[in-house]
């Protein structure tokens, strides 16, 4: 648990929820206050909790907690947008899905972090909103690796620092940016990325949302720089893995991450 203080009034996005015990759900929740906390919501799978509405998955809450033994504990919770649209169109659920979910296997209980909880709700306005959700969706990507120290080098070489040109180039996931073509020989992990792509990467990256959302980009487009943002992407989350599993051999002991 992230504070000492007894009661915590948070702003929050739950991200998801697991049956516990007989009657209540522990619930993974993104705060605006506190970043990543797990609470539990007691009595919320009765048939007549009025708490339990409030506290779906991709629902935006103000809650009331009191701290547990273990979890903190929630006591009051108020909507504040239940975000309709994405529960009454296929797509816009998936999207909202993924939205929330690489968020979760992104964060640990690490603390605030106001400007992430900023980008989340934000999301997930703009996939209920707009007609069309692909640009906020890279939007988010790009901008959540920003925040979370993985803002990925779109001007420079990342091997020999020489300038890059808005041309056909690579992109490597190890090194966490583009590769000109001189370097490409001592990459073998990379992969290309044609101009057009880097082009909307930088746009997306560099841009405010009102702006980036100009950007009308082909099928083609489209599909590459999915495939290139997924390619770094799952990169970052296996190695991120890894270290997970790496430092719960070092503590030899039960873990947050054991709740799953
Ligand atoms: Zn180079």
């Not at 964060?107 to 106001?114: A, D, L």
């Not at 959700?133 to 979370?148: N, S």
């Not at 090194?175 to 992969?191: K, L, S």
Request: a positive charge.
């Amino acid at each position: 648990m992230p504070s000492t203080e007894r009661v915590l009034r948070s702003e929050v996005v739950v991200l998801r929820h697991t049956d516990w015990g007989e009657a209540d759900r522990l619930l993974v929740l993104y705060s605006r206050e506190a970043g990543k906390l797990r609470a539990v919501a007691k009595g919320a799978r009765k048939l007549r909790s009025r708490k339990a509405g409030h506290l779906e998955p991709f629902t935006r809450v103000k809650l009331m907690l009191a701290r547990g033994r273990d979890f903190w504990i929630v006591t009051q919770a108020e909507t504040v947008d239940a975000y309709m649209p994405l529960r009454e169109d296929l797509l816009r659920t998936g999207y909202a899905a993924y939205v929330i979910e690489l968020l979760d296997r992104f964060t640990y209980e690490e603390g605030e972090n106001r400007p992430l909880y900023q980008l989340l709700t934000d999301t997930l306005e703009r996939i209920s909103l707009l007609p069309d959700a692909f640009v906020a969706v890279r939007y988010y990507e790009i901008h959540l690796l920003d925040l979370l120290g993985f803002r990925p080098e779109l001007f420079r070489c990342v091997r020999c620092q020489t300038e890059i040109k808005a041309e056909n180039q690579y992109f490597d996931a190890l090194h966490g940016g583009v590769v000109c073509p001189n370097c490409i020989g001592q990459t073998p992990t990379a992969r290309p990325v044609s101009m057009n792509v880097l082009k909307h990467l930088r746009h997306f990256q560099r841009s405010s949302f009102r702006d980036a959302l100009r950007a009308d980009p082909s099928p083609a487009v489209r599909s590459e720089l999915e495939a290139v943002l997924t390619y770094y992407l799952t990169y970052l989350l296996e190695r991120k893995l890894n270290a997970s599993a790496f430092i719960k051999v070092v503590r030899s002991g039960p873990t947050s991450e054991d709740l799953h």
